[in-house]
């Protein structure tokens, strides 16, 4: 239905709202993990095709990428959408309490977050050609945001390129401008290889990796007191070495997230980290390997306060 011309974009916005939840509940019904968003990526791009956005299928080669652009002339503005669902945390539609489940869900909102900045996008673009203003509104459908860091390949496969301003959100309890700002972050898993032995008849013959992967904990534990306040710790056992205490854990992995203000900070943190790694593995008498899994830098905002 054609929409009166009062210059006000609320309706463009208001005529749009059913589609918009609806898509939105679509994407919570099929919460798919980081990389491996198809339906989800499949439902944005039936309703960019619907509005007449010309299309960009599997930017930068990732097959859960799409972008679509609509207007005409400059400036080109980009809404940025996401869809990827949370492992093991699903919860019923309109619960509060999380429901402790093994199932993937939209956890965090990302069926909103895709969906509102698909409708701000068709918005724009109709109230641009409503108000009869130049200007070019493209919805970028970025996979992966869920430890995955699909917007950095993205910006590497150049696909942001002639974009004037990019406009992101993400759900909360609450409506308002945030100071924009995340920390650098990285992901490595340290795989510490020792010698299994019976912990009973021969615990001098073993190296236990368990005992390594517990020292580099406790090491890294006592470093926090002395890194900045700013920087971030965390870290999971993927692999405790086995179920059997009987037995000296031959391998073990654990996964560590380091976080910092700016990249400089994050990997001399990330350094520090790894050398407790070195120091664990020479209390054991293991073996340890690093590998980085994901890293993406700091964001760089540019808020409205700022020139
Ligand atoms: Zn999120």
């Not at 208001?14 to 439902?43: G, K, R």
């Not at 900045?117 to 996979?143: F, H, I, K, N, T």
């Amino acid at each position: 239905m054609p929409i009166r011309n009062t210059g006000n974009i609320w309706d463009h916005v208001d005529a749009l709202a059913d589609e918009a939840i609806a898509l939105s509940d679509s994407v919570w019904a099929v919460p798919e993990l980081c990389y491996d968003e198809h339906q989800s990526c499949a439902l944005h791009t039936r309703m960019l095709t619907d509005h007449g956005f010309v299309l960009t299928p599997q930017v930068a080669g990732i097959s859960t990428a799409v972008m679509g652009e609509s207007g005409k002339d400059g400036p080109v503005i980009a809404f940025l959408g996401e869809y990827d669902a949370l492992p093991g945390l699903a919860a019923a539609p309109g619960a509060f309490d999380h429901i402790p489940t093994i199932e993937n869900g939209h956890g965090c909102g990302h069926n909103l977050l895709g969906a509102a900045s698909l409708l701000a996008a068709v918005a724009v673009r109709d109230w641009l050609a409503v108000m009869q203003l130049p200007g070019r509104v493209r919805y970028y459908g970025c996979p992966a945001e869920e430890g995955g860091a699909g917007k950095g390949f993205m910006v590497r496969g150049g696909a942001f390129k002639g974009v004037d301003a990019a406009i992101s959100w993400h759900p909360s309890p609450f409506c308002g401008v945030l100071p924009p700002s995340s920390l650098a972050n990285v992901r490595m898993d340290f795989t510490f290889t020792g010698r299994s032995a019976h912990a009973a008849a021969a615990p001098h013959l073993g190296r236990s990796a368990l005992d390594a992967i517990e020292l580099m904990s406790v090491g890294v534990n006592y470093l926090r007191e002395h890194m900045l306040p700013t920087s971030r710790i965390h870290y999971a056992y993927i692999n405790a070495g086995g179920a059997a205490p009987n037995v000296v854990q031959a391998e073990t992995t654990v996964r560590y997230s380091v976080r910092a203000e700016d990249l400089s900070e994050l990997l001399a943190l990330a350094e520090r980290v790894r050398q407790v790694a070195q120091g664990a593995a020479l209390m054991s008498g293991t073996q340890v390997q690093s590998i980085v899994t994901g890293g993406v830098a700091n964001l760089l905002p540019c808020p409205p306060w700022k020139k």
